[in-house]
C-alpha cells in the first residue's frame, strides 16, 4: 500500500503556475496516482490520474518521474477559484470493499491574487 | 457532464430520529457508489461501498445497522441514518463511478451536512 507524503500548504500567485509535488517512494508498480481537489465545504473533484506516462487533460496536467516515486500536479494558469486541498492518493487499499482512496491531509493551495 | 448530486444539502434533526440523505448521478449511470464522512479539519473516511442490486460493503467500525444504504437504481444510492445521536453529527459526501470507468475515478456529490441536537 502506497502512502505519500505532501506539503502541508502552499501558495501561488493567480495567474502562474502551481506546482504540487507528492512523494510516493512504496508505490508498487500497478498503482496509480490519482489526483483529487476540496474547495472548502463541497465534495471532492477528481482532477486527473496516471500510472507512469505523463498525462494532461483540461484541468492540469500530471508529471510521474521515471521510477514512480514522486509526481507534480501542474495548474498552468492558476485562479483564485483554484483554491483548494489537493489530495495526491496512490493508496487504495486497506478497504473491506478493496475500493478506498485513502485521501490524507493533503496540501492547502491559496491563490493569491 | 458527470454530475451527482445530494439532497438535502444540510439537515438538522433530534437525538434519536432518522435521516434519509439521497445521492443521484444526474448524466450518468454508475453501477458503484460510495459514502464517505468529513468530520471537520478532518480528510474523508470511506463508510461503504453501494453496488446497484446488492447489499453494501462497510468499513471497519461503520455499523451497518445503524447506517442503512439502498442502491435501488443506477442512478440513485440513499443513506439513512438511523437513531441519530450529536456524534453523528458530520458532512456526509456520496461518490460515483460512471459504467466503464477506473474505479477510482469517482465522481463526489456536493455533500449533506447533518447536525444532530
Known amino acids: 500500500d502506497a502512502k505519500t507524503t505532501q506539503p502541508t500548504s502552499m501558495d501561488c500567485a493567480e495567474g502562474r503556475a502551481a506546482n504540487l509535488p507528492c512523494n510516493h517512494s512504496?508505490?508498487?508498480?500497478?498503482?496509480?496516482v490519482y489526483w483529487y481537489r476540496q474547495i472548502h465545504s463541497q465534495g471532492p473533484q477528481y482532477i486527473i490520474h496516471?500510472?507512469?506516462n505523463n498525462e494532461t487533460n483540461e484541468m492540469a496536467s500530471l508529471i510521474i518521474t521515471e521510477d514512480r516515486k514522486s509526481s507534480t500536479l501542474i495548474l498552468p494558469h492558476a485562479t483564485l477559484r483554484d483554491t483548494a486541498v489537493y489530495y495526491c492518493?496512490?493508496?487504495?487499499?486497506?478497504?473491506?470493499?478493496?475500493?478506498?482512496?485513502?485521501f490524507g491531509k493533503g496540501t492547502s493551495l491559496l491563490v493569491t491574487p | 457532464g458527470a454530475v451527482v448530486s445530494q439532497h438535502p444539502s444540510w439537515v438538522i434533526c433530534k437525538s434519536g430520529t432518522s435521516v434519509k440523505i439521497e445521492c443521484r448521478s444526474l448524466?450518468?449511470?454508475?453501477?458503484?457508489m460510495f459514502w464517505y464522512r468529513q468530520f471537520p479539519k478532518q480528510s474523508l473516511m470511506l463508510m461503504a461501498t453501494?453496488?446497484?442490486?446488492?447489499?453494501?460493503?462497510?468499513e471497519q467500525g461503520v455499523e451497518k445497522d445503524k447506517f442503512l444504504i439502498n442502491h435501488a437504481s443506477l442512478t440513485l444510492s440513499t443513506l439513512t441514518v438511523t437513531s441519530a445521536h450529536p456524534e453523528d453529527s458530520s458532512f456526509y459526501i456520496c461518490?460515483?463511478?460512471?459504467?466503464?470507468?477506473?474505479?477510482?475515478?469517482?465522481?463526489f456529490g456536493p455533500g449533506t451536512r447533518l447536525t444532530v441536537t
Open positions: 512504496t508505490i508498487s508498480g500497478n498503482e496509480y
Open positions: 453501494s453496488n446497484e442490486g446488492s447489499k453494501a460493503t462497510y
Open positions: 496516471g500510472l507512469k
Open positions: 448524466d450518468f449511470q454508475a453501477t458503484t
Open positions: 461518490s460515483a463511478v460512471p459504467l466503464g470507468r477506473d474505479i477510482y475515478e469517482q465522481y
Open positions: 492518493i496512490a493508496d487504495t487499499s486497506n478497504s473491506n470493499s478493496g475500493y478506498a482512496l485513502n
